[in-house]
Structures are given as structure tokens and as C-alpha cells.
T-cell receptor, first 114, second 110 residues
Framework: GGIITQTPKFLIGQEGQKLTLKCQQN?????MYWYRQDSGKGLRLIYY???????QKGDLSEGYDASREKKSSFSLTVTSAQKNEMAVFLC?????????????FGAGTRLSVL | QEKVQQSPESLIVPEGAMSSLNCTFS?????SIWWYQQHPGKGPEALI?????GNKKEGRLTVYLNRASLHVSLHIRDSQPSDSAVYLC??????????FGTGTKLQVVP
């Protein structure tokens, strides 16, 4: 088995601030994902990475940057936090990007912007 | 772009009853479908997946996929209070990534 660790668990930011979320996995999976979960809107993909140093945009990439410098880690940056924004950011990984591979999720980072 | 819709939004069932959750998708070429369970404060966890038309049974879970009607359902037999959670349907076609529905909140009452 393995685990996905997301840090921090809770993040409180100020409007306009740049905020970075981190994700580590020890599954030795090739592919990693960042999803955003808003109440009533399900999960929406922000970025994914097929392998180290690869980045692919999802449906919600505007306002975010991502970085995959190592196979085991994937970070997400909110480039300018929006006032009153509240969401959970979920990191996930899969063995590779084959269509039948299950996603394994971390517990999430909960963001609040004042 | 694949659209995934789930119904009902919330469901309350008595302990021991069958829970039935529904999911519709927009692309008949979608290759893979998963159901995930999410407890409060936790990330989603995969429960069961199906890749071809028909049904699949694992323990108390049964999933039915009908590609012609773009519909998949999850049935939980003998529902327990510990099954109370949000259930997410995810669909993927060959070229992209899993897209998720908005979820069904299941509450099983003793």
C-alpha cells in the first residue's frame, strides 16, 4: 500500500496572496492530479502530470500554476487568492494515465481566503 | 466534454435497506466508470469500477452499466450506518482524465 500526504491541511490566506499547496505520494505512481472540490459542484480538474516535469491543464487551470520536479511530489500554486474563496484541494495519483486506472486521493487542503 | 450528473442529491434509507444511486453521462464512448466514497474531512476512496456493459458485483455492492442509455447505477445491499457518506460517480473516456459528478449524500439511519 501507499499514502498521499497533502500539506498544509488548512490554509488561510489574504486576498491577492500567492499560496502554495504540496502533495507527496509513495505509491511510485507515474501520474498525479490536482482537483478542486466546491460544495455542490463536485470535483474539477486543475492540472495533471503524466510523469516528472510534465504538466497538462485541466478544466480549471486559470489562476493556478503547478510544478512536478520529482516523481513523488506535485505542487499547486494559487497565483492570486480571491476574497471569500473557500474550497478543498485534493491531490490524487494513479499508476499511469491508462483509462482503467483508479485514482488514489489525499485527505485534502482546505483553503479559506479572508 | 464529458458531463456527469448524479441523482438523487441526497438519500436517507433505514439500516438494512437497499440504497440505489444513479449517474448519467454524456459520451457513449466513455470507457471507464468508477464509484468513490467520501467521508467528511477525507479524500474520496474508490469502491468499484466497471468497464463494459452489464453488471458487476463485489460484496454488498452491485453496479449496472447501460451505455445505450448513458446510465450507471450503484446499489448497496443491507445498508449500514457506516455506509453514510457522499458517493461520487467518475467517468473517463480514452483520451483524458476522470470527470466527476456532484455526488449523492447517503444517510443510513438505525
Amino acid at each position: 500500500g501507499g499514502i498521499i500526504t497533502q500539506t498544509p491541511k488548512f490554509l488561510i490566506g489574504q486576498e491577492g496572496q500567492k499560496l502554495t499547496l504540496k502533495c507527496q505520494q509513495n505509491f511510485n505512481h507515474d501520474t498525479m492530479y490536482w482537483y478542486r472540490q466546491d460544495s455542490g459542484k463536485g470535483l474539477r480538474l486543475i492540472y495533471y502530470s503524466i510523469t516528472e516535469n510534465d504538466l497538462q491543464k485541466g478544466d480549471l487551470s486559470e489562476g493556478y500554476d503547478a510544478s512536478r520536479e520529482k516523481k513523488s511530489s506535485f505542487s499547486l500554486t494559487v497565483t492570486s487568492a480571491q476574497k471569500n474563496e473557500m474550497a478543498v484541494f485534493l491531490c490524487a495519483s494513479s499508476i499511469n494515465r491508462q483509462s482503467q486506472n483508479t485514482l488514489y486521493f489525499g485527505a485534502g487542503t482546505r483553503l479559506s481566503v479572508l | 466534454q464529458e458531463k456527469v450528473q448524479q441523482s438523487p442529491e441526497s438519500l436517507i434509507v433505514p439500516e438494512g435497506a437497499m440504497s440505489s444511486l444513479n449517474c448519467t453521462f454524456s459520451n457513449s464512448a466513455s470507457q471507464s466508470i468508477w464509484w468513490y466514497q467520501q467521508h467528511p474531512g477525507k479524500g474520496p476512496e474508490a469502491l468499484i469500477s466497471i468497464f463494459s456493459n452489464g453488471n458487476k458485483k463485489e460484496g454488498r455492492l452491485t453496479v449496472y452499466l447501460n451505455r445505450a442509455s448513458l446510465h450507471v447505477s450503484l446499489h448497496i445491499r443491507d445498508s449500514q450506518p457506516s455506509d453514510s457518506a457522499v458517493y461520487l460517480c467518475a467517468v473517463r473516456d480514452s483520451g483524458t482524465y476522470q470527470r466527476f459528478g456532484t455526488g449523492t449524500k447517503l444517510q443510513v439511519v438505525p
